[in-house]
């Protein structure tokens, strides 16, 4: 059975395990917009158990594998899936 997005809990600051580092991370705000620790940013949409990033050039689509209050998995299109958890 695949989760949903709990909208409400998935705004703030993420750090990440990408490849971009240690201190890399994303940041979900209520107004549908996120930006990136290298300074990037751009709107998001959630539908179901998908999140829909948009950039000018680029739209990824992720899917959640698993939502907690301090971890979110998300399945990047053909890639391996990030994890992402709340700073403390």
């Known amino acids: 059975m695949t989760e949903l997005f709990d909208k409400d809990e998935i705004q703030g600051r993420w750090l990440t395990n990408s490849k971009m580092g240690r201190d890399s991370y994303i940041e979900f705000h209520p107004s549908g917009y996120f930006d990136l620790s290298d300074g990037r940013n751009g709107s998001y949409t959630?539908?179901?158990?998908s999140i829909y990033l948009n950039y000018p050039t680029l739209k990824p689509k992720g899917r959640l594998l698993k939502q907690t209050k301090d971890t979110l998995l998300i399945y990047w299109g053909n890639t391996e899936a990030i994890r992402y958890i709340r700073p403390r």
């Open 46 to 49: 959630i539908k179901k158990d």
